[in-house]
Each structure stands twice: as C-alpha cells, then as structure tokens.
C-alpha cells in the first residue's frame, strides 16, 4: 500500500470523511431548516411573480451554480413533467466572462451581468464557501441596488453574511465539506419550489 499504510487505514479515512460530511448535514438540517425554507418562499414568490433566479459563484461553486440553475430549468424529479422554471448561471458564458474579466477585472464579471439583465423581483442566490469572494459581493450589491432578493450559500462567515438579505450560513470552514452541503442544500430548495408550484393544491399556494 501507498507508503506503508495499511488497507483499513484508507478505508477508516474514507468513513471518517463520510461521517463528517453527514454530521454536518445533520446538524444543518435541525439549525438552518426555518433559513433554508424562507429562502425557498423568496424563490418561489419570485417565479410565481413571473421573475428568474440568477447564480454565481467560483470554481466548485459555480458548478454549484450550473448545477441547481440546470434544476430548475429542467425538472429535479424522474417522471415529474412541469413547465420550466427561468433560472441563469452567471458562471457559463465564456465570453462575457473573459470579456469582462479582461476589460474590466475578474471582480465584475458577475456584477455586470447583474446589471445587464437583473430586474426588480429577480434573486440572486451569491454562492462562497469563503463568503468574501470580491465578484460575489459585487454581484451582491448590484442586486440590491436593483430591488433584486439575494440568498447567500456560504460558510462560517464572510461579509456576504451581513451583504445578503437570506443567509444560509453552514457552520463549518472546511470548503469540501461546506460544497457538500451547499449542493444537498440546493437539492432541498428545487424540490420544495417544484412541489410548492407544481404539486400543492391551488389553495395551498
């Protein structure tokens, strides 16, 4: 084995790392369970009004960002047909990304998409296991000035935590882990919006 380790020492890695990872979930699950789910009802608000939710963030959380746009455009239930949902990644155009990032530095390249096509009653869901990703916070404050609801996905702490208007702040400062969490997170939310707009009784809604 690899510099002598034993084969059950690889395996007692792997479970403590599968461990960690659901402890952590766990403990999300019973503090952060009244966060995550206003931040479902601003979502769901948001596209009953007619709006989109846009994402970004950087390196896993921009495929963060892909994947839970990718969700709510498409369907997040094998068998569950419903109308598609407007939602954007700001991570995905590699030509406004390098434009912008060449014309007017990395920092903008979310913020001024925001302002390209950001309209009042839209979200902006800001992903940063860090919460000081600089094109993040920018982001954040175009939205805000533009009457845009923001949700952070974030880690410990960070300025995104005050920044934003819905924090979802796992408690944690282990960038795995936290990426972990935050895509289980936004498996949670495309499940509750598509039961809250597809599957609930009109009454209900």
């Known amino acids: 084995m690899a510099d002598g380790v034993e084969r059950s020492d690889w395996r007692e890695l792997i479970r403590s790392q599968l461990r960690e990872s659901s402890d952590?979930?766990?403990?999300?699950?019973?503090?952060?369970?009244?966060?995550?789910?206003e931040a479902i009802f601003?979502?769901?608000?948001?596209?009953?009004?007619?709006h989109k939710v846009m994402f970004c963030g950087n390196?896993?959380?921009?495929?963060?960002?892909?994947?839970?746009?990718a969700e709510l455009v498409g369907r997040t239930r094998a068998g569950q047909e419903r109308t598609a949902l407007p939602a954007i990644s700001l991570t995905t155009d590699s030509s406004v990304l390098t434009a912008l990032a060449n014309d007017y530095g990395f920092d903008q390249v979310f913020q001024r998409q925001v302002e390209a096509i950001g309209l009042n009653g839209d979200v902006l869901v800001a992903i940063s296991t860090s919460g000081n990703s600089l094109n993040v916070l920018?982001?954040?404050r175009a939205a805000r000035e533009r009457q845009i609801k923001t949700i952070g996905l974030l880690g410990r702490g960070g300025k995104l935590l005050s920044a934003v208007d819905h924090a979802i702040s796992v408690p944690s400062d282990n960038t795995a882990r936290i990426q972990?969490?935050?895509i289980a997170i936004g498996h949670v939310i495309c499940d509750l919006v598509e039961k809250m707009l597809f599957s609930e009784p009109e009454e209900t809604r």
């Open 138 to 140: 920018h982001a954040v």
């Open 59 to 69: 390196g896993g959380s921009a495929a963060d960002a892909q994947h839970i746009a």
């Open 24 to 37: 952590l979930k766990r403990r999300v699950s019973e503090t952060l369970d009244e966060t995550i789910l």
């Open 42 to 50: 601003v979502v769901v608000e948001s596209l009953k009004a007619g």
């Open 180 to 182: 972990e969490t935050h």
